[in-house]
């Protein structure tokens, strides 16, 4: 496995569980810590051709793969591991769509020669894509009904983000390596554009394998709160909700598969909608109206609403009372209609 920079070689590991098959659902349920699973999915046949080589996981692969094509990152320069922007914020890569087979035999030479362009493709629905994989390669999550995608590619590093749903990551082939952030270290991560992002979610701006602390002073406080996962084929890493990662694939070929979901009821909404709605409706009020909106907020949504219904007779509370499937799909109508004025 690639070596890490000392200052990450430094950082302390994310916790290991023991499980058996039957245990990760109850692991699973409620955990707000990431921690890891060594072997959680060594018995999965796209692990085991991985570990009789590359080229028989890209047989696996190559077989099962659907007649359709495959969208893909292809970085501009050649032997750039890092998929990121350049240096007037636009990105250092490109988007190409292709067969899986004209993606494997890029993945192939690549595999050959260090300095040609970096090929990864990311976040693709297995069921969507493949036929069987994953009926063949799954794991057992109990009534969760996660998004599973698998990541293929050569040598990668993903700059840190976070995501929505709760995540559980199998390295299944190469190696990877996890850096995580906790939640509340977001500001120190010194974040990127909202909606300008290499992967539809904002990115920290610091270079984890070489920060510039003179750009980003805070930066040397979220890396103090810093855990790191290093993975083989058939472990797996918890990754909870809006815990910021930091992902490289460390082999001349890789491949993760991972399940996002969210344990809430379906018909609640996005909170990044409310964000990006905020940020049109509140951010830029004057200060005084900004502080008046901020403790409707708190009084309304982040003590839980409470206080604001128990005055009042339960059949009168409406959206104020817990949410149900009619009284989220009254909120959607009421943002639709004021969203389209």
């Not at 430094?10 to 990431?34: H, I, K, M, N, T």
């Not at 769509?97 to 362009?117: F, K, S, V």
């Not at 990662?245 to 996005?270: I, K, M, S, T």
């Not at 907020?297 to 499937?325: I, K, Q």
Request: charged letters at 20%.
């Amino acid at each position: 496995m690639a070596e890490a920079p000392p200052h990450l070689a430094a950082l302390p590991r994310v916790a290991e569980r023991a499980l058996e098959q039957g245990e990760l659902d109850s692991a699973l349920a409620g955990a707000r810590e990431p921690f890891v699973v060594r072997g959680l999915a060594a018995h999965w046949p796209l692990v085991k051709a991985s570990l009789a080589g590359s080229a028989s996981a890209r047989s696996y692969l190559a077989e099962r793969a659907r007649d359709r094509s495959f969208p893909a990152s292809v970085a501009h320069q050649g032997g750039d591991e890092r998929l990121f922007y350049d240096g007037a914020m636009q990105m250092n890569f490109g988007m190409s769509q292709a067969p899986l087979g004209h993606w494997l035999t890029a993945l192939e030479r690549a595999e050959a020669d260090p300095a040609a362009p970096t090929v990864y493709l990311s976040s693709i629905d297995i069921d969507a894509f493949f036929a069987g994989l994953g009926e063949a390669n799954n794991l057992p999550l109990g009534d969760r009904r996660p998004i599973a995608s698998i990541w293929i590619g050569s040598r990668t590093r993903i700059a840190a983000h976070n995501d929505v749903p709760d995540n559980l990551a199998v390295c299944a082939a190469g190696k990877r390596r996890f850096t995580l952030f906790p939640p509340e270290q977001f500001a120190n991560l010194y974040p990127g554009p909202l909606e300008h992002n290499p992967g539809g979610r904002p990115v920290s701006m610091v270079d984890l394998h070489q920060p510039d602390l003179a750009a980003y002073p805070r930066f040397a406080a979220a890396l103090a709160s810093a855990q790191i996962a290093e993975l083989e084929p058939g472990d797996a890493v918890f990754v909870p909700s809006l815990w910021w990662h930091h992902v490289e694939g460390l082999a001349p070929f890789n491949l993760l598969v991972n399940y996002w979901w969210r344990d809430v009821p379906a018909f609640l909404g996005q909170p990044e909608d409310a964000l990006y709605n905020a940020v049109l409706a509140i951010r830029d009020l004057p200060d005084a109206d900004r502080r008046r909106w901020r403790d409707l907020f708190e009084h309304y949504v982040f003590s839980g609403g409470v206080d604001a219904a128990a005055h009042l007779p339960e059949a009168a509370r409406g959206v104020l009372a817990p949410l149900t499937p009619d009284t989220a799909g009254r909120i959607k109508a009421k943002l639709l209609r004021g969203l389209s004025r």
